[in-house]
């Protein structure tokens, strides 16, 4: 399965639904199986130094097969992995955010979020996880990524 636009651009709905929630601005980046960049939200006043975090944290959930909060422990001094994070000319994100984005056992991309703490952004990118999940399960179906904040409709 090739993971389409269309199913990126509701993955970007449910992670700035969740995102919203939480009262962040956030920046959301969806890659494919090759890590390559499908699609790409930044939040009105997110920063900018998010935009390159959360490709990376998407990037490296995928080509590394595994939630970049996994590779948080191992990258510590003394750790299996130590100064994993400056290979790949410095694109291995070990804050958590990044999650691979399976269907059955097959990694079909990832998605990065950046804007608030490592718990918050993976929070958000977990949201957009379930919604891809619920996706699968309803195929041909309408995945409901609306939220109620307050008394205004997004």
Do not use: C
């Amino acid at each position: 399965m090739k993971l389409s636009l269309e199913t990126a651009k509701r993955l970007l709905s449910a992670a700035e639904q969740k995102s919203r929630q939480m009262g962040l601005a956030s920046n959301v980046a969806i890659v494919d199986d090759g890590g390559n960049l499908v699609a790409f939200q930044r939040m009105d006043h997110a920063r900018l130094a998010g935009i390159g975090i959360a490709q990376d944290k998407a990037w490296t959930s995928a080509s590394m097969q595994m939630p970049t909060a996994n590779l948080s422990q191992a990258a510590q001094p003394g750790g299996p992995s130590y100064g994993i994070n400056t290979t790949n000319s410095g694109r291995v994100v070990i804050l958590a955010g990044g999650i691979p984005l399976k269907v059955g056992d097959e990694i079909v991309g990832g998605i990065g979020v950046s804007g608030g703490t490592s718990v918050q952004d993976a929070e958000i990118a977990d949201a957009a996880v379930q919604a891809f999940q619920a996706m699968q399960a309803n195929p041909g179906g309408n995945v409901n990524v609306r939220a109620r904040i307050g008394s205004v409709r997004f």
